[in-house]
């Protein structure tokens, strides 16, 4: 299974993949500060996860956003909670915008209006599924 991570300095959505590493799925909005223990506390050591797809958001001219201290700081979480795990950092340049699109889409923008989690594990979802099709 690969797992995709929204990084925010508040909440960080968390995606997974099917077994076969083709779909992604959301699961849930984490908050920031307890994301390893969370992780842990859902993933054990990491021997089930074969890599992590981070989000990395960058500005339209391709350098990196206000976002990016959420990022490094997810990033070094990672490192720590499990070494061996590789992660892959992937552009996020409109997921969310994307996700509030397709919530719309299904009528669900109100839903998504009061409780942002939703839009953040469904943002995770598409940098996850993102990285799935371009390592084929």
Do not use: C
Request: glycine share 10%; net charge positive; proline share 4%.
């Amino acid at each position: 299974m690969w797992i995709g991570l929204d990084p925010g300095l508040r909440r960080t959505g968390l995606a997974e993949s099917d077994v076969q590493g083709m779909m992604a799925f959301p699961v849930a909005a984490l908050a920031t500060a307890e994301l390893a223990r969370e992780l842990a506390r859902r993933y054990g050591d990491g021997s089930g996860i074969r890599g992590i797809a981070l989000g990395s958001p960058l500005q339209r001219n391709g350098a990196p956003s206000q976002g990016a201290e959420a990022r490094d700081l997810v990033a070094k979480a990672l490192e720590a909670l499990w070494p061996s795990v590789p992660v892959h950092l992937v552009d996020e340049r409109l997921t969310s915008k994307l996700a509030a699109q397709g919530a719309a889409l299904l009528g669900r923008s109100k839903a998504v209006k009061k409780d942002k989690g939703h839009l953040d594990a469904a943002a995770a979802s598409l940098i996850l599924e993102n990285y799935l099709h371009q390592k084929k």
